[in-house]
């Protein structure tokens, strides 16, 4: 057990922060999403160029992009581009989870197809899971896809995804089995936007431009050999998934810089002087340390090759914690402006939605209890 | 970056694991409770395996010092060990082979462990102050027969102490706020096992308690504040003890203690309060625990005041590059 980044690690920690600064200008908070072709082009732009310098994937094998590095570069990443707004928009899904999904679960002619692109920067997914009636309950999904030769034939309806209106492709949950076969008949497809059948509706949000949209699947005919993984074995897939979703966006570093500029927010107008507040805010920073080490713990894991754990669920519930507190403080202390999105606030309906994303707080609470502590089910 | 415990450590704690197996746990703690007594047999033990020495070692440091201290408070043991294995050598620079206790000026409140205590180090303002004491200068507490024995140091034996010269005040805080957070870690993750265990025996209402998600999102959110408390002090420690990182160390597991005190009893219903099931031998030890140095209050606002008003530490946790 130690505690401390290798020198090697630091050395990319600064290689990473200094092409952060050569890109974009002081005090940058994210991107403006209301032009999806400009905000589009600027990601892939900073993850294209990231990609190049061979900073996108360093934890990869070299087969698909990658240096072979350990899975702390993840972290790094992470912590270094999540804070500031994620200036590589929605690609952070892509080495995080998705490609490694592929990886692992791939055929050769996917991961030649896939793993490229995504190891370039210069490709953007979306993840078709939930739907109108399968939300926390995901293992009741009801998009149906049916056999038809070397196809299947998709008809059903996704919603809340976000990053649809910049995505070139979808990782897709269907069912492939009898419906009331809940997590034993799901299926994996990755199939392209704009694929014939495939429709999308945006649903303006109040948590971002790109949060929230619709899908809908009207006979859409894709080959099988786009499936991820065996038929009916989806839910494996998906598991192995969520536990790097649910830490891949490193929530605890934005938290913490949220609540330091808050503070310095508070220092400013003389909120600070309050001793009251003081011990809030360093409630608020422990539990964001205490995240930090949470989460740090679940990159430990994968660096070990184990399996999921409920460990990536204590680090989403106390990041997503985190981030509801800091919300809270920065409202107290700066009092309406709070709502004013070009200051220097806190997104509250954003971080509040972040509790609802990657599981509910309520269904990580139930991962921790049973599989974490052992509860016994209910009935 | 390595969360998992390197082979060294790993020996440690099992050699550990054994003796504390032979020597603490919950029969050993309510024997003592009923002589009112401090572990010497278990000190011993402790002192003659080499323990106390884990944080001046040459292969181990205060993080495996802490890693025991964590074992020792869940397991139960009524002895200074953490005092003496991890706060002393860091106020003093070498180990003291003594049972050391901890006060904060002007000692005259109740003292965890203090009239067992061979050395007693108080935290008085900017300095730290070194005080042997023997049986006579101490007067015990009525503890209620519960917890960690207690006494008050008589009037004027603070007379006698030694100082340690400017600035050790500050690093007694440090280290005591480290020994705060592994004592807190060690003991809410025994009030939570024993919890955890006792809801997925008691049945009501023909199904074990454990198994209403009502409960079970209390107990998921005692295991966050285990995992974190755990997780902070041991980092704290492995950073000898680094100003800001203690005092957020101690404002999570304090802050977290009192929590667990009124789940752990909550939960429990009606025989967590009794004295022959064992709960109480991990609750009220946190609670004292909890209470020290100005409780999570101050933790609290030392770390908010540490971090945030002082720019070059912030930047050790964020310096976003833009």
């Known amino acids: ?379 | 970056m390595q969360f998992s415990l390197n082979e060294h450590q790993r020996q440690v704690l099992d050699s550990l694991e054994t003796l504390l197996t032979r020597r603490a746990g919950r029969e050993r703690a309510l024997e003592l409770i009923a002589t009112g007594g401090y572990d010497h047999t278990l000190d011993a033990a402790l002192a003659d395996a080499g323990f106390l020495q884990l944080s001046q070692a040459s292969d181990t440091g205060p993080l495996d010092a802490a890693l025991a201290g964590v074992e020792v408070a869940r397991r139960l043991g009524v002895t200074s060990f953490t005092a003496s294995a991890l706060v002393a050598p860091m106020v003093l620079g070498e180990v003291r082979e003594a049972r050391v206790a901890l006060a904060e000026a002007p000692a005259a409140g109740p003292v965890r462990l203090g009239g067992t205590a061979e050395l007693l180090l108080v935290l008085k303002g900017d300095e730290a102050l070194a005080l042997e004491t023997g049986p006579d200068d101490w007067i015990a507490v009525d503890n209620n027969r519960a917890g960690y024995p207690l006494a008050r140091l008589r009037d004027g034996a603070l007379a006698r102490a030694r100082s340690l010269g400017p600035g050790s005040g500050a690093r007694l805080r440090d280290a005591w706020r480290v020994e705060i957070a592994v004592q807190c870690a060690g003991l809410i993750q025994g009030a939570l096992e024993l919890t955890v265990a006792y809801l997925r025996d008691r049945r009501q209402f023909g199904r074990p308690i454990g198994s209403f998600q009502a409960v079970q999102h209390r107990l998921a959110r005692l295991a966050l504040l285990a995992e974190g408390a755990r997780w902070l002090a041991l980092e704290a420690a492995y950073r000898d003890a680094r100003p800001d990182l203690a005092a957020t160390a101690a404002a999570f597991a304090a802050g977290g203690a009192d929590t667990v005190f009124r789940e752990c009893h909550q939960l429990h219903g009606a025989i967590g309060f009794t004295r022959e099931y064992p709960l109480h031998l991990w609750t009220i030890r946190l609670l004292q625990v909890q209470r020290e140095l100005g409780g999570p209050t101050r933790h609290r606002r030392d770390a908010a005041r540490m971090t945030f008003t002082a720019p070059e530490v912030l930047a050790l946790s964020v310096a976003p590059a833009v």
């Open chain 1, 1 to 379: 057990m130690e505690f401390d980044w290798t020198p090697q690690d630091q050395a990319y920690r600064a290689e990473l922060q200094a092409y952060i600064r050569k890109m974009l200008p002081a005090g940058w908070r994210g991107y403006d999403q209301k032009d999806r072709a400009a905000y589009k082009t600027a990601a892939k732009a900073f993850a294209s160029g990231m990609a190049e310098h061979g900073w996108l994937t360093q934890n990869w094998p070299k087969d698909y992009g990658g240096a072979e590095c350990s899975a702390w570069r993840q972290a790094i990443l992470g912590e270094e581009l999540t804070p500031i707004g994620e200036p590589r928009g929605s690609q952070y899904m892509n080495v995080n989870w998705i490609g490694p999904a592929i990886m692992r679960f791939g055929t050769e002619a996917q991961k030649q197809y896939h793993l490229r692109r995504i190891a370039a920067g210069d490709v953007f997914w979306c993840q078709g899971f939930s739907e109108p009636d399968a939300g926390s309950d995901l293992g009741s999904l009801r998009t149906r896809a049916v056999r038809d030769g070397d196809d299947y034939v998709v008809s059903g309806s996704k919603i809340w995804t976000s990053h649809v209106g910049i995505a070139d492709f979808c990782i897709l949950l269907v069912r492939t089995g009898a419906p009331d076969s809940r997590a034993r008949g799901i299926s994996v497809l990755l199939v392209p936007m704009g694929h014939p059948g495939f429709s999308t509706r945006h649903i303006a949000s109040l948590a971002g431009d790109e949060s929230h949209y619709e899908l809908f699947f009207d006979e859409m005919r894709v080959p099988v050999s786009w499936r991820l993984g065996e038929e009916d074995q989806g839910w494996e897939v998906v598991r192995w998934a969520l536990q790097y979703e649910r830490v891949g966006s490193t929530q605890y570093q934005r938290a913490a810089l949220q609540l330091a500029e808050t503070a310095e927010a508070a220092i400013a107008n003389g909120a600070f002087e309050d001793p009251e507040m003081q011990s809030r805010f360093g409630e608020a920073w422990a539990a964001c340390q205490a995240a930090r080490m949470l989460t740090l713990r679940v990159y430990d894991l994968r660096e070990a090759g184990s399996p999921p754990t409920a460990d990536s669920n204590l680090s989403r519930l106390i990041s997503t914690d985190c981030l509801k507190m800091v919300a809270q403080l920065s409202a107290e202390v700066l009092g309406l402006e709070a709502l004013d999105h070009e200051g220097p606030a806190v997104d509250a309906i954003r971080n509040a939605a972040l509790a609802v994303a990657a599981g509910a707080a309520e269904i990580q609470l139930d991962r921790i209890a049973m599989d974490f502590l052992g509860l016994p089910r209910g009935k």
